[in-house]
């Protein structure tokens, strides 16, 4: 193409008017020099070619439909003459029936109503035939040899009406106009014969290459200047009754010289040439309208650069994601699957719903909720000797009451006092007050606990020990200690102001005595003997009373403690601690055998997980990443896997290892004959199913990335992911602003309200406010000008930028995923191959594909 001489179509085009006449196109050829006239013959050899190729396309067109005109002439002949064959049979049988009929009339009149009948049948037989005739498919006819013959009218394809009319809608040919810049008159022109899959790319692509130009200068554009992006098909090109005209034009550049502030940066600073560029750089802008402000007009495109985020948005094309699907393997989704329904049997059969708060709450209250002073609302000595000689005697001793008709009180009640050393000088915080000022300690330990004996006390005890429920081995005049309180399984007990050691003073009386009003009244006399002893003086700091009943309704076991710590400023403060808990491993044989089981079940999950699923997923990873397997192990999914593992190694040590430990055997058998604390099984039962919560999370999270299989759960997941890799940046600088607001927040209402009283309550409580917990409402009551002050500056930081923020970051990251991953969901719906090829194994598939041929594309065909 490029040796064949230039024609400038603009002065040279003939129109066919134009050659009509040998007259006016030999005047046309006048005025023409050499060059134009071997332009202009080039032409018209290029129209006579055209001409001729139209011509013999027209003819063949016109030498088919001759051929199907003749198939269908000769098909109508043949209709006709059956048709008249049919009728031709129809007459003589018609007549033969007439005469039978005739001949028949002098007959017995018996036999007429058969004949009658027959010639119903007749006409019915007749009729069946014809029908059968036409309905039944002929057999094809063949030669001597045997050869089927083809009839023209099998040679002629019938197609319904809506495919004719979509094809007549379908593009074969395009026209390509082709000129070397925007400027110029010469043109080129090439057409194309085009399929229904031919993409614009690859036909700007040969265009390119038949031009001999660069493909990356050229675009293709329509008639109606709308560019055409390289992944439409010709089909979808144009709009309906457009002409199938394209024009192959060089692109554009956005920009050819460099910005002014690039050519400042990269100019010469010293030398010859740096002089040089200074006195050039007034004239830069000498095309410049100055009065119009001196600035060229920026398009659209460096307009929209400016503002990155726009730019990008608009920018974005979709990106083919899919690679994610060859992760996910229907063999891990049923190990996840069967992982997560276990769990979920496991917490349904061991800790039923509803229950451990019915049992707690029956307990709780029978004893918190006095008829004369209720435990929550104690605030001085006076209401706790009241407390401890009517609600605790009237709940624990009396058969009827209703924590005995429903319960099992089991073993014995302890009431433990702790009190500190006596008023000393040393124990005041300031040094330099008066000589005989004298503090208490504020706190309770081991260093600072009162050992000496109650003498007081051990003069009243020393006659009735062991007698009516009392315990002989626990007296209250005698300090324990620590070391021996925790033979008795006793632990740390934590309050609001501390943690408190389980020394101290103790009495303990039977639950199980033969003879409880007996243990009621001598209950109630000790807690009098003990009152007028000053048992519970200014030196207490803690009050502490704990008791183990079972439930045998709902075979749960309900450890309480209630404990009173007393403040130095004379108040007293109430907490009550009531857990209900089950022993983890059932004792009977068949519960016991069955939850065996679903835990070895369990663990053989576990192990699938810990060397089937890790390890393919650390294949996956070197093969992908070129053994950059710490990214699956560092990763989200990774981090999953191994805690799924962990975290069921230690709930199994819990259940079948910590659990069967000498104290917790000897809680169970020996707490009838004394005292045995319970908060060692407890803290296994709450262990375990805190453990197991943690573990189904786990299993959940793994289970929903499986889920990615699905389009939208895939750009959810996706969406979220980069939001909070992105959002986590942000937090990081809020961080130090709401510990700030915690601060404040202390010191404005830490003297008016408990929930303010530490720094952990206050970043508590300014949780809840910014979830929308509205609990907190009456902090306005006090220092109402801070109040209403820090709620604006809270809330205008809160909610209009943390969580206004995060809206703004996760609808943009949404937005990213749609386009990238999904513009156009089509695109990503998988065929029924697609499925059985991710679901089934080879062999099924083979089998699969076998029965259903037509569903495997042509690449994929393993016939």
């Known amino acids: 193409q490029g040796s064949r001489p230039k024609c400038d179509t603009a002065s040279l085009k003939v129109s066919p008017h134009s050659m009509d006449g040998d007259e006016d196109f030999d005047g046309e050829l006048e005025g023409l020099d050499i060059t134009a006239c071997k332009d202009k013959i080039w032409i018209l050899q290029a129209e006579r070619e055209r001409r001729r190729e139209a011509t013999e396309r027209l003819q063949e067109k016109l030498k088919a439909l001759n051929y199907e005109l003749a198939a269908r002439r000769e098909e109508a002949d043949r209709q006709r003459r059956h048709l008249r064959d049919e009728m031709d049979q129809n007459k003589r049988i018609s007549e033969q029936n007439q005469a039978n009929k005739e001949q028949n009339e002098g007959t017995i009149s018996t036999i007429v109503p058969h004949a009658a009948d027959d010639y119903e049948q007749e006409k019915v037989r007749h009729f069946v035939e014809k029908y059968l005739n036409k309905a039944m498919p002929r057999r094809p006819p063949t030669n001597q040899l045997g050869i089927r013959i083809f009839d023209e009218r099998d040679l002629m394809v019938e197609k319904p009406a809506e495919m004719e009319k979509a094809e007549q809608l379908f593009v074969d040919t395009v026209l390509i106009t082709h000129w070397r810049n925007s400027g110029s008159e010469q043109k080129f022109h090439l057409s194309y014969r085009v399929s229904r899959k031919t993409t614009a790319k690859k036909l700007r692509e040969d265009a390119c290459l038949y031009w001999g130009i660069s493909e990356v200068e050229y675009i293709l554009w329509t008639l109606s200047n709308a560019k055409v992006h390289d992944d439409l098909t010709i089909q979808n090109c144009f709009k309906p009754n457009e002409k199938a005209h394209l024009i192959l034009a060089p692109k554009t550049p956005k920009k050819v010289d460099p910005p002014e502030r690039v050519a400042e940066a990269i100019r010469p600073k010293v030398g010859a040439k740096a002089r040089t560029a200074k006195k050039k750089q007034p004239n830069q802008n000498l095309n410049v309208d100055v009065q119009q402000g001196g600035a060229l007009p920026e398009n659209f495109f460096e307009q929209m650069a400016k503002a990155p985020g726009l730019f990008e948005f608009m920018t974005q094309r979709d990106r083919k994601v899919d690679g994610h699907t060859n992760r996910i393997r229907p063999c891990s989704l049923c190990l996840y699957l069967l992982l997560f329904l276990s769990i979920c049997l496991k917490i349904a059969w061991t800790k039923p719903s509803d229950i451990d708060y019915l049992c707690r709450l029956g307990i709780h209250s029978a004893i918190a909720a006095g008829e004369d002073v209720k435990f929550m609302e104690i605030r001085d000595t006076d209401q706790t000797w009241r407390w401890l000689t009517d609600t605790v005697p009237h709940q624990l001793f009396r058969n009827t009451s209703s924590l005995r008709v429903t319960n099992y009180a089991l073993g014995w009640v302890r009431i433990s006092m702790r009190q500190g050393q006596a008023a000393s000088a040393e124990n005041c915080v300031q040094q330099d007050l008066p000589a005989d000022a004298e503090c208490l300690s504020a706190s309770y330990d081991d260093a600072s606990a009162d050992t000496a004996d109650l003498e007081q006390v051990k003069a009243y005890w020393s006659d ?53 009003d007996a243990t009621r009244d001598a209950f109630v006399a000790d807690m009098i003997a003990l009152r007028n002893a000053s048992w519970i003086s200014a030196q207490t700091r803690a009050v502490q009373l704990d008791y183990l009943v079972y439930n045998p309704n709902y075979d749960y076991w309900v450890s309480s403690v209630f404990l009173l710590e007393f403040l130095l400023n004379g108040i007293v403060r109430p907490s009550a601690r009531t857990n209900v808990f089950r022993r983890v491993l059932y004792d009977d044989m068949e519960s016991g055998m069955n939850q065996l089981a679903l835990d070895v079940a369990r663990l053989v999950l576990i192990f699938l997980v810990l060397f089937y699923q890790v390890s393919w997923e650390l294949r996956y990873e070197r093969r992908k990443a070129g053994g950059a397997w710490w990214r699956y192990l560092l990763g989200s999914q990774g981090l999953a896997d191994l805690a799924i593992v962990g975290i069921y190694f230690a709930i199994f040590i819990q259940l079948y290892l910590k659990s069967h430990t000498e104290e917790a055997t000897e809680m169970i058998d020996t707490s009838s004959v004394e005292y045995r604390g319970s908060i060692f099984l407890t803290e296994i039962y709450q262990q375990v199913f805190v453990l197991e919560a943690f573990l189904l999370a786990c299993v959940a999270w793994r289970l929903f990335a499986f889920m990615k299989v699905n389009r939208q759960v895939f750009l959810l997941w996706n969406s979220l992911n980069v939001a909070l890799i992105k959002y986590v940046r942000f937090v990081m600088v809020f961080v130090p602003i709401l510990a700030g607001f915690v601060v404040v927040a202390h010191a404005i209402w830490r003297s008016h309200y408990t929930e303010f009283a530490t720094f952990w309550s206050s970043g508590t409580s300014l949780l809840m406010v910014m979830v929308g917990d509205d609990s907190t409402t009456h902090i306005g009551q006090v220092t109402r000008p801070a109040t209403i002050i820090y709620l604006q500056i809270f809330y205008m930081v809160i909610i209009v930028f943390f969580f206004n923020t995060w809206s703004a970051v996760l609808v943009q990251e949404y937005q990213k995923q749609r386009v990238a991953a999904g513009y156009r969901p089509k695109d990503y719906a998988w065929s029924e191959y697609q499925y059985v090829e991710w679901l089934l194994p080879s062999l099924l598939k083979k089998g699969y594909c076998k029965l259903r041929p037509s569903i495997v594309p042509i690449t994929d065909d393993e016939d």
């Open 464 to 516: 009735i020990s062991g007698l009516d429920g009392r315990s002989n081995t626990t007296v209250p005049w005698k300090f324990t200690t620590a070391a021996e309180a925790d033979e008795d399984l006793m632990y740390d007990e934590s309050g609001t102001l501390q943690d408190y050691t389980p020394s101290g003073y103790m009495v303990d009386y039977d639950l199980q005595h033969p003879d409880l």
